[in-house]
Nanobody, 116 residues
């Protein structure tokens, strides 16, 4: 069982920055995949940024060059640094971890609101 606790969301003006954190209760070192998704009401949850077990990092086209995903294995924590935020980035952001056996876990979500 893995529990994920997100923090760092909030209200920011366009052009500002936020840093999201996701602390995992168990080790994330051997995760198959881990990262961040986001969702707005009425739309499907979408990928924002993801580490894969092969060592690659995937970003949504809409956030490339503005968002950076990182991890601290010693702290079992994954981060999302969000710069140059836009109103379209407003969403609930969810942390995601997939274990090597394929079982996936989601955090409770943290609201990010970007005002014009």
């Amino acid at each position: 069982q893995v529990q994920l606790v997100e923090s760092g969301g909030g209200l920011v003006q366009a052009g500002g920055s936020l840093r999201l954190s996701c602390a995992a209760s168990g080790s994330i070192f051997s995760s198959r995949a881990m990262g961040w998704f986001r969702q707005v009401p009425g739309k499907q949850r979408e990928l924002v940024a993801l580490f894969t077990s092969g060592g690659s990092t995937n970003y949504a086209d809409s956030v490339k060059g503005r968002f950076t995903i990182s991890r601290d294995n010693a702290k079992n924590t994954v981060y999302l640094q969000m710069n140059s935020l836009k109103p379209d980035d407003t969403a609930v952001y969810y942390c995601y971890v997939q274990r090597p056996d394929g079982l996936a876990y989601w955090g409770q979500g943290t609201q990010v609101t970007v005002s014009p």
